[in-house]
């Protein structure tokens, strides 16, 4: 089975910098789009950004110039780095993948389980 992990989340004061890490393992075939997503307690899921596997980056207004995403396709795995971090900022973040595993003709979307920032001010 596929899974998801992220890691990096913690507490950090308001202006500071976190990186999260999200690494996909298992019997993957290919990795399609990647992206990270947040959810602030009573706040809809929303996307922060997102790659595509040749590197083209799509970051949500709130977070462009601050947070740079990145993809080691060797590693299967993806960054959010996060810089100027506001209180805004703080929620669960989740890793998404679009990806296809061994066998398959179709991809999937899968969800990590969230790493937790919070940013303290």
């Known amino acids: 089975q596929v899974q998801l992990v992220e890691s990096g989340g913690g507490l950090v004061q308001a202006g500071g910098s976190l990186r999260l890490s999200c690494a996909a393992s298992?019997?993957?075939?290919?990795?399609?789009?990647m992206g990270w997503y947040r959810q602030a307690p009573g706040k809809q899921r929303e996307l922060v950004a997102q790659m595509t596997v040749a590197g083209s980056a799509y970051y949500a207004d709130s977070v462009k110039g601050r947070f740079t995403i990145s993809r080691d396709n060797a590693k299967n795995t993806m960054y959010l780095q996060m810089n100027r971090l506001k209180p805004e900022d703080a929620a669960v973040y989740y890793c998404n993948s679009d990806l296809t595993l061994n066998g398959a003709t179709w991809s999937r979307n899968y969800w990590g389980k969230g790493t937790l920032v919070t940013v303290s001010t």
């Open positions: 298992g019997a993957i075939s290919s990795i399609n789009t």
